[in-house]
Each structure stands twice: as C-alpha cells, then as structure tokens.
C-alpha cells in the first residue's frame, strides 16, 4: 500500500514538476516517501492505542526511508504487525532508492526503455553517468536486492528459530532487509545484543550489510569479472573495497585491544563484538551487539569517525562514502608535499573531482557542529551523547547512546531533518537548494582507470 500510494503520488509530482531539476525531485521524491508513510503508520490498527504520537510515526518513517534506524519508540512494542510491515516496505523503498521499483516497473511495461526525465532522476539517484545505461542498471538492482534478502532471510531463519527468537521466520526477513538495506530497524529492543556470541547470526548481518553498504557498482564489476565479461574489476571498486578493509581491520583491532565493554567479553564475544561493531558503524547500517551507551568516551568517538566516512557510492548505506574520504586524503597529502595533482597508483584525480570531495566533506562538518549545537540547545543531554546521535543521524547510522526517546520535540525535528538530508545526499540536498544541473558528472560513483569520483 505505501509504495503503490508513494509510486502513484510521485508519477504525478514528475509530471507536475518536469522544469525542476532532477536533484530537485529528488528531494521532493524523498519527502514525499516519508510524509506518506508516516500517515499510514498514524491509521488505526497500524499503530498500538496510545503508543506514538504523529511526530513519532513521523519520525520512525524518516528513519525508515533514510535507512538509518534510529527510533523514539519500540518498534515491535510500538506497532501492529500492520505497522511492521509498512516499515518493512519503507525500508525496502529508501534501500534500493526513490523511483528505483517504479522505474524498474515502467522499464518492463514500456518496451524496456524510460522517459529522458524519468531517465535523469535516476541517474542523480545512483550518482551515475550518461554512460551508463540506467535500464539495465535499475532491473539488475531490483532483481539483485531481491536475490540476496531471500538468500539472507533463509538463512537467518534456522539461526533464529535454533536460538529461541519468536517468530523466527518473520524475523528473518525483517532483519534480512534491514541488514542488506543498512536500516538498523530491529524487531528487539535491545538490537542484536542477545546474539552477541552467536557466530551465524553475527556473520550472516554482517556480510548482509557489506553487500548493501560497498554498493551495486562493485557488485555489478564482480558479476562483469566472474562472467568473463572484464578482465579485472574496475578502479572504483578497487579502492572501495581497501579502503573499506582497511577501516573494518583497524577499527575491529582498535575496539578489541581497548573498548572496556568489549575487553570484559570472553575471547570469542569479545572477537564477533569487536568486528561487529566496527561493521555495523562502517556500513552505516546501525545494529549492536553491545551497549553503545556504556562504551567508553574514547571508542564512542572512535565509532563517530567511522560513521562520518561511512559506505560507499550507489549502495545503500550513509556517510560521505569512502571515495570521497580517499580523495580527500589524497588532495591533503599532495597539499603537504606541495604537489598540485593528486595522484592515486600512478592514476591523476581529475581537479573537479576533488573540489567536490573537499566541498563534500566542508559542508558535512558544518552540518554535523551545526546540527550538534542545535539539539543540545532544544534538548538535554551531553556533548558527547548529542554528537553521537547527529553523526548517527547525518550518517544515516542508527546507533546511538540510549537519548533517542530523550529528545525534546524540537530535538526529534532536529534529528529528522539530519536523517532526510543524510539520505538524499549532502551535495544532492545543496544543489536542490542552490546548484545547478550537473551534479551526475559532479558526484559520479564510476571510478574509471582515468578518473576518481566521489
């Protein structure tokens, strides 16, 4: 119900507003997602009597559509099974993007083929090229999100049932999809803390949220190579997946060797916590296996660094992606050594490209101490809690220090404007705002031999 409502209200919004810029309707699209779904879960029967108020569904929809998975209410405690579903289906829409399912639709009823409008929303929406043929692109994210939440979802079931937790088939697919989408949205209160020992689960959400969080391009550059269709995968990919390596293997040594919450654990806990924890703060997708609010201010911090990198482009996690974290470090270390190229495995970074990866982490930081001095004006709390829960927000994170129900109303409005501008995109939102129409060549996720994007 809320994607046909969704998909039916933005056919009209792109018939009705064709002269905006398609990072324009982005964000309208994105807005639009949300305010829907939190007036389906305002409606009788979705919701328990008293549970929520309309800034809460309000909330939780955001939350849902941004994939972030922060939550002033319990989600399982707080709706119906009507109401776990509707989430469920915002996730899945904020996950594979706006206009991506009704895009796919328009692509197998309409001889294959998008309208050139349709065509460039899309294009803004994966931060692609005119090169790539964004038909062939949309059906392979469709049919490939599909084909691992089943896989993961059936695997996640015997784990489930095997370790006691109700429903275990519901729970599943719930957490399949919340894992893979890197929502963070749980069907326990208390996340995934209760499977803090079990390996099966641990790996099974991790690989999950690894797949959604590298991005389709990756996955897309494995399928090439294994079908003989590349002879090696593509630049992009490559410093995608080291630098997500990289992060994940000194974030996880870092928490094992000096996170007290983590060192208490008994060795094999205290192995999956720490590599856990590190992957859930790098995909973004915001589940824990400790305590997030007893860890100590050090690794607290630790975790903040890693949510502000985040994922990776045209997948399905937050941040201000790995690419555009590389390209500034490069850009800071040719600044030291007075070069004016930067330069990547013997490969020039076209000048463009990082302006915008240094544009892209300015305007960042200044929504991150922006947002951070607001809630802690509106609502009570420390300094350390409230940069927590913005970088969680901004980041479309989910993790937090246990302040999320704490919030004044003012602050959860705070948090919700962070959670929208996260999942549209820092540049996206600001060239919706100001810029002009070029933001496919300016924030390309396609990393050529040639070229870096970020």
Not at 202 to 225: E, P
Not at 255 to 268: H, I, N, Q, S, T
Not at 371 to 390: A, C, H, N, R
């Amino acid at each position: 119900m809320v994607s046909n409502v969704a998909h039916n209200l933005s056919t009209i919004a792109l018939l009705k507003y064709r002269h905006l810029r398609p990072v324009t309707v982005l964000a309208i699209g994105y807005a639009l997602y949300m305010v829907v779904g939190a007036l389906v879960l305002s409606l009788p029967y979705v919701h328990e009597p008293g549970a929520v108020t309309f800034l809460d569904n309000l909330f939780v929809s955001v939350s849902a559509v941004s994939t972030t998975g922060l939550s002033p209410v319990s989600t399982s405690g707080a709706y119906t099974w009507i109401g776990e579903i509707t989430i469920l289906l915002l996730i899945q829409l904020g996950g594979i993007g706006y206009m991506t399912f009704g895009s796919f639709l328009y692509v197998f009823g309409n001889n294959g083929r998008l309208p050139h409008f349709r065509k460039k929303v899309s294009e803004s929406a994966f931060a692609l090229t005119s090169n790539e043929r964004i038909e062939s692109f949309l059906t392979a994210v469709v049919l490939m999100t599909i084909l691992i939440e089943v896989i993961g979802a059936g695997l996640l079931y015997p784990m489930f049932e095997q370790a006691g937790a109700p429903n275990p088939l519901w729970n599943a697919v719930f957490h399949s999809v919340s894992a893979f989408c890197t929502a963070g949205f749980s069907l326990f209160d208390n996340s995934l803390e209760t499977y803090v020992g079990n390996t099966g689960i641990n790996v099974v959400i991790g690989v999950l949220s690894y797949l959604g969080a590298i991005g389709f391009i990756v996955l897309f550059d494995f399928v090439r190579w294994a079908a003989d269709e590349a002879p090696r995968i593509s630049f992009t990919s490559r410093v995608i997946l080291i630098a997500t390596a990289l992060i994940f293997i000194i974030g996880s040594v870092m928490l094992f060797f000096g996170e007290p919450e983590v060192a208490k654990l008994p060795l094999k806990e205290r192995v999956l916590a720490s590599t856990f924890q590190c992957m859930t703060a790098s995909t973004t997708v915001g589940f824990n296996s400790i305590p997030i609010g007893k860890m100590s201010a050090a690794f607290a911090f630790l975790i903040v660094l890693i949510m502000i990198i985040g994922a990776s482009p045209s997948g399905t996690g937050g941040g201000i992606k790995s690419t555009t974290f590389v390209t500034t470090l490069g850009a800071i270390r040719s600044a030291l050594h007075g070069v004016n190229e930067v330069v990547f495995w013997g490969i020039k970074v076209p000048a463009q490209r990082v302006r915008v990866a240094v544009v892209t982490v300015g305007t960042y930081a200044i929504l991150l101490m922006l947002g951070t001095f607001l809630v802690l004006w509106v609502s009570k709390g420390t300094i350390d809690q409230m940069l927590f829960e913005v970088a969680s927000a901004l980041g479309t994170v989910g993790l937090s220090r246990g302040i999320t129900q704490e919030l004044s109303a003012l602050g959860k409005i705070v948090i919700i404007s962070l959670m929208y501008v996260g999942r549209v995109g820092v540049l996206v939102f600001t060239f919706s705002l100001f810029g002009g129409s070029s933001i496919n060549q300016l924030v390309s996720g396609e990393l050529r031999e040639e070229d870096l994007a970020v």
